[in-house]
């Protein structure tokens, strides 16, 4: 059981837009930055939001990242197919002095 | 622009131990802030610990309590994650991940390193 909620999966088609919810408590993402990540098959984590809102370098605008309260929400829109990728969610707990790391999202991109 | 380069992947009986190692290039190991990261196949990611800079010592999950250490030579820029006591259900793809070492806690991890494969079987 993860200490950050995700959806397990999400799905969309091409062009389209989707979110992925985050939810925690006041002891992680209630009092600390939320990132993003993207795993790509076979690959390592990449990051693609960080401070909740900020992009990377290189990081193309049709990512962006929100928090609201012990919530946080990545976009992404213009769906392509090379978009499919898990996404995890991340953040400092406070109370358990760790990071935290979401359970991970599938998105498919039919 | 930094990059992580770790070793190669691993077998490893239960009980024994591995040392990964991760090599940084672009910076030194004293202007980041090293903490390492693991996947089990097919599970999501679990953070094993890093280095605090207030503190300026290594924290370490609780659940890894007594089996990691984490370790840098500056010498060579490298960073070292060691587990002991290894059993099956450490078999996983170990990844380093660096951060800012201006803030006391991590805001972020980027970038990964490619990731070590350790497998733990008899």
């Known amino acids: 059981q993860s200490v950050l909620t995700q959806p397990p999966s999400v799905s969309a088609a091409p062009g389209q837009k989707v979110t992925i919810s985050c939810s925690g408590s006041?002891?992680?993402?209630?009092?600390?930055?939320v990132s993003w990540y993207q795993q790509l098959p076979g690959t390592a984590p990449k990051l693609l939001i960080y401070?909740?809102?900020k992009r990377p370098s290189g990081i193309p605008d049709r990512f962006s990242g929100s928090k609201s309260g012990t919530s946080a929400t990545l976009g992404i829109t213009g769906l392509q197919t090379g978009d499919e990728a898990d996404y995890y969610c991340?953040?400092?707990?406070?109370?358990?002095?760790?990071?935290?790391f979401g359970g991970g999202t599938k998105l498919t991109v039919l | 622009q930094v990059q992580l380069v770790q070793s190669g992947a691993e077998v490893k009986k239960p009980g024994a131990s591995v040392k990964v190692s991760c090599k940084v290039s672009?910076?030194?190991?004293?202007?980041?802030?090293m903490h390492w990261v693991r996947q089990a196949p097919g599970k999501g990611l679990e953070w094993m610990g890093g280095?605090?800079?207030?503190?300026?010592?290594?924290i370490y999950a609780q659940s890894f309590q007594g089996r990691v250490t984490m370790t840098e030579d500056t010498s060579t820029d490298t960073a070292y994650m060691e587990l002991s006591s290894l059993r099956s259900e450490d078999t996983a793809l170990y990844y380093c991940?660096?951060?800012?070492?201006?803030?006391?806690?991590?805001?972020?991890?980027?970038?990964w390193g490619q990731g070590t494969l350790v497998t733990v079987s008899s």
């Open positions: 991340g953040t400092w707990d406070s109370s358990l002095s760790v990071w935290v």
């Open positions: 006041t002891s992680n993402i209630g009092n600390n930055y």
């Open positions: 991940a660096i951060t800012s070492p201006f803030y006391r806690v991590p805001r972020w991890f980027d970038p």
């Open positions: 401070e909740n809102n």
């Open positions: 672009g910076y030194t190991l004293t202007e980041i802030s």
């Open positions: 280095f605090d800079p207030e503190d300026v010592k290594t």
